[in-house]
């Protein structure tokens, strides 16, 4: 699997039992407090190798940093945060690279192993199958809400920094243990963004049930107050392309919420429609408590339905 594909991770074979699955990613930051960003971010890049199905094994840091306009404690404080959501994954923080730059970046390159033969990828749902939602949505308004001071940081902190700082290891082992067709993490692209990446990965439709849909709090509050991100326009200008039908009438703040762009977001699961029931009860077991379903896939044309 290379560049070839919209997949989360690239995947290279070593042998008849291991191929080597490699991902690099980076943000800018989504808040002002160092530790909750470091953690934050390399959660997000850990995410693509669980989302193929893989273990993570090691992990390098990315770091832009203005070392003449930030004390170097904000960058030893970025680098903790990196440095134990690695640990926490099980996997080794291997060394990494630095360069001066205008505003702080962080992320990680990621190595991870699987079987060649156990690959998940965002391609092979199938009619019939049902999908579900590991996380909930909205964190995009979140972070910009609370940089124009409509919402104060600590609920922010309170309410929707931990869950984002999770990792994503947990429910992918849980759903693992079903016959899982398809993954892909929620990021940048927003929820139906994501969606149209597993319709046209398997030439079929996916039907969206807006009301099983779970929301971070205040984040429709701040799209009423007027607050936006700068990916929502792209983002639908994007989907809006490929067959999208909204049959459920939303108002304008709901419906934003469909392309407000995530990260360190939850899995989309895709899985016979039968076993769904049976790995939500896993899912909640293992603490993922905010696991829903959302939708299921038909053998109708490629695009989405909203209802």
């Not at 003449?68 to 923080?93: F, N, R, W």
Request: with cysteine; glycine share 10%; net charge negative.
């Amino acid at each position: 699997m290379g560049i070839e594909t919209a997949d989360d991770a690239a995947v290279y074979r070593l042998t008849d039992e291991i191929a080597m699955i490699n991902t690099v990613d980076f943000i800018t930051p989504p808040v002002d407090d160092p530790y909750w960003f470091g953690q934050i971010s390399a959660a997000n890049s850990i995410s693509d190798v669980y989302s193929m199905g893989g273990t993570p094994i090691t992990a390098l840091n990315v770091v832009m940093f203005p070392s003449k306009h930030l004390d170097m404690g904000v960058l030893k404080d970025i680098l903790k945060g990196g440095h134990d959501k690695v640990v926490e994954a099980g996997a080794c923080m291997v060394g990494g690279h630095t360069v001066d730059d205008e505003e702080p970046k962080y992320g990680l390159c990621v190595n991870g192993v699987v079987h060649p033969n156990r690959i998940i990828t965002n391609a092979g749902g199938q009619p019939g199958d049902a999908l579900i939602l590991t996380k909930p949505l909205g964190s995009g308004v979140l972070f910009n809400g609370v940089r124009s001071g409509k919402l104060p940081f600590k609920d922010l902190e309170r309410d929707t920094l931990p869950s984002l700082a999770s990792l994503n290891d947990k429910a992918m082992a849980a759903a693992l243990q079903y016959d899982l067709h398809a993954c892909t993490d929620i990021t940048g692209f927003g929820i139906l963004g994501h969606l149209l990446e597993v319709a046209h990965g398997c030439n079929a439709r996916v039907v969206l049930d807006y009301k099983k849909l779970l929301f971070y709090a205040d984040a429709l509050a701040m799209y009423k107050r007027g607050e936006t991100t700068g990916s929502n326009k792209p983002n639908r200008a994007m989907v809006q392309k490929h067959h999208l039908d909204i049959q459920v009438s939303l108002s304008s703040p709901e419906e934003e919420l469909l392309y407000d762009p995530q990260t360190s977001g939850g899995l989309l699961l895709s899985l016979p429609g039968h076993q769904a029931d049976e790995l939500l009860t896993s899912l909640a077991a293992a603490g993922v408590k905010n696991a829903v379903q959302i939708g299921t896939i038909t053998a109708d044309p490629v695009g989405i339905t909203v209802i």
